[in-house]
């Protein structure tokens, strides 16, 4: 009688081992499920390379109100990315110089085009922005040899 109660009890003992052994596996994979859910979604790894990528050069930031930002992008938590020296163009017209008002209409004006460091805005701000992630249509790097890498790496 002694021998099949043993006999039940092993057969009991590696049927509940088993049952572990399969929760854990079971529990692993949805561990592992999870975490590419959230890297998917949240796009943790390749921001985290992009970010590394980023923040040795000079971007270019195309927002989606269609202003361009220039300065050293990187992460700043998730959703959102920071600007740091930031800089943007400004346009103007002036009249030419070199022609007159003429009876046909109005002379034709001359389009300038400004390189302005954000913290030499009247309010002085400081020189970072933070940009929500959804404000970005896409970034580019800058050559060094951009003529706005060079004012901005000349400081003027």
């Not at 943790?44 to 202003?67: D, E, M, P």
Request: hydrophobic share 40%; net charge positive.
């Amino acid at each position: 009688m002694e021998s099949s109660e043993n006999m039940t009890c092993q057969k009991k003992c590696c049927t509940d081992g088993a049952r572990r052994a399969v929760k854990k596996v079971l529990c692993i994979i949805l561990v592992v499920a999870v975490l590419v859910w959230i890297d998917a979604n949240f796009n943790i790894l390749s921001s985290s390379r992009a970010n590394k990528q980023a923040h040795t050069r000079l971007q270019a930031v195309f927002l989606t109100n269609g202003q361009v930002y220039f300065g050293t992008l990187s992460r700043h938590g998730i959703g959102y990315w920071r600007l740091d020296n930031t800089h943007y163009l400004q346009v103007s017209k002036t009249p030419s110089l070199l022609s007159l008002e003429t009876l046909d209409g109005p002379a034709p004006q001359e389009t300038r085009t400004t390189l302005l460091k954000l913290s030499d805005d009247m309010h002085q701000p400081e020189g970072t922005i933070i940009i929500p992630a959804t404000n970005i249509l896409f970034w580019q790097n800058l050559q060094n040899s951009s003529p706005v890498a060079q004012a901005i790496i000349s400081g003027k």
